[in-house]
């Protein structure tokens, strides 16, 4: 494998957020937005790190510039996450990335070496993409390869990439890592996380 691309989705609008963009929003009692607190779980994984953007998309490129490569925008951002992937997906073909790993902006707490065990378990199996589980429910991040990439490019609606699961060789990688799970949709949400 050549190139890999982390693809970290921070365009959405967030309603459900009762306190401005949830992105933005300090988290675990530290001074670092929740999208750069997910950004993190990138480094040393991956080789590029691309954030797609869109609602606000000037403030979160501020706080995201020091923890990515590069940000891209998604003018649809509106119209749900497949958006997003979308808009993420056709940035990796561009590079000519052999696979790209996908993570939500709203997820915070997931383990760096969840990440590293992922891009590990693409590269043991002949897969079209690789999901984590963690206590029998599957998460994220998800890589998929670049032979997904057209099929991503295609996606419509909120589903994101999962709509792709029926369709392609998919491992389900058994991690230790509850974090896959936790993503910040409210304020109760937020300050429920529990952060090392």
Not at 18 to 44: H, Y
Not at 142 to 150: M, R, T
Request: hydrophobic share 40%; glycine share 8%; with cysteine.
């Amino acid at each position: 494998m050549s190139e890999l691309v982390g693809v970290l989705l921070a365009a959405g609008l967030g309603t459900r957020f009762e306190d401005g963009n949830k992105l933005l929003a300090p988290v675990c009692q530290r001074d670092e937005p929740i999208v750069v607190r997910a950004a993190r779980s990138f480094p040393d994984a991956v080789d590029h790190v691309v954030a797609v953007v869109g609602h606000e998309a000037d403030a979160v490129r501020e706080v995201v510039s020091s923890v990515v490569d590069e940000t891209v925008h998604n003018p649809d951002y509106e119209q749900g996450q497949s958006t997003s992937v979308r808009t993420g997906a056709i940035a990796a073909r561009e590079r000519d990335a052999d696979a790209a790993v996908f993570l939500p902006g709203d997820m915070p707490t997931v383990d760096l070496r969840t990440v590293h065990r992922i891009v590990e378990a693409s590269r043991e199996d002949d897969v079209d993409a690789v999901v984590p589980v963690y206590d029998g429910r599957r998460g994220n991040p998800v890589l998929f390869d670049a032979s997904c990439f057209d099929d991503l490019a295609d996606l419509s609606g909120d589903t994101g990439g999962r709509a792709l699961f029926e369709t392609v060789a998919v491992r389900r990688l058994p991690v230790e890592d509850p974090g896959i799970h936790v993503d910040v949709d409210t304020v109760d949400d937020l300050a429920s996380l529990e952060c090392e």
